[in-house]
T-cell receptor, first 111, second 112 residues
Framework: DAGVTQSPTHLIKTRGQHVTLRCSPI?????VSWYQQVLGQGPQFIFQ???????GRGNFPDRFSARQFPNYSSELNVNALLLGDSALYLC??????????FGPGTRLTVT | GEDVEQSLFLSVREGDSSVINCTYT??????LYWYKQEPGAGLQLLTY?????DMKQDQRLTVLLNKKDKHLSLRIADTQTGDSAIYFC????????????FGKGNQVVVIP
């Protein structure tokens, strides 16, 4: 079975632009979580969705939003990009709440 | 609150055992995890332990949990060059929304 997939793998944007990152969970998994990993740090929780409903939100500004679709895939949107948004964005899917499996991530560079 | 601390760097010779340590502050943590991240890659779930256990062994990996001291360790037996990576410990706490709280990671370099 395929693991968690994310697209694109790399992205370069300029300050002020908007970005959409995509995630497809492992087949059968209904929960998707998003994390931001700044270089040299551990991942920080952004959002969690289960059955298309938001179940948790981390300490991120309103410029960050997400949604989950009926097929359980998910999008993370970031508006008005700042240089500090440069990071690896990781998506994790889970069937059992306590087992989260991560995708390869999307590396976002904001210039 | 959720706060996980790790030391930063470990160098180990191939074939030796390596031990990575982690401390956490949330006494209500329900699950504690070890994830592995290779350069340029996502996170690989290595193992996890439920908070009512004090040890879990899975092939070359041994996890020890000391709840009194809020200390988690990962021992890798017969360390191999493919074990070179950054290792993150993480916890899920009391809030029930299953958000993982990660430490800053511990880089392990295996010397052939």
């Amino acid at each position: 079975d395929a693991g968690v997939t994310q697209s694109p793998t790399h992205l370069i944007k300029t300050r002020g632009q908007h970005v959409t990152l995509r995630c497809s969970p492992i087949s059968g998994h209904k929960s998707v979580s998003w994390y931001q990993q700044v270089l040299g740090q551990g991942p920080q929780f952004i959002f969690q969705y289960y059955e298309k409903e938001e179940r948790g939100r981390g300490n991120f500004p309103d410029r960050f939003s997400a949604r989950q679709f009926p097929n359980y895939s998910s999008e993370l949107n970031v508006n008005a990009l700042l240089l500090g948004d440069s990071a690896l964005y990781l998506c994790a899917s889970s069937l059992k709440a306590y087992e989260q499996y991560f995708g390869p991530g999307t590396r976002l560079t904001v210039t | 609150g959720e706060d996980v601390e790790q030391s930063l760097f470990l160098s180990v010779r191939e074939g030796d055992s390596s031990v990575i340590n982690c401390t956490y502050t949330d006494s209500s943590s329900t699950y504690l995890y070890w994830y592995k991240q290779e350069p340029g890659a996502g996170l690989q779930l290595l193992t996890y332990i439920f908070s009512n256990m004090d040890m879990k062994q899975d092939q070359r990996l041994t996890v020890l949990l000391n709840k009194k001291d809020k200390h988690l360790s990962l021992r890798i037996a017969d360390t191999q060059t493919g074990d070179s990576a950054i290792y993150f410990c993480a916890e899920i706490g009391r809030y029930g929304n299953n958000r993982l709280a990660f430490g800053k990671g511990n880089q392990v370099v295996v010397i052939p």
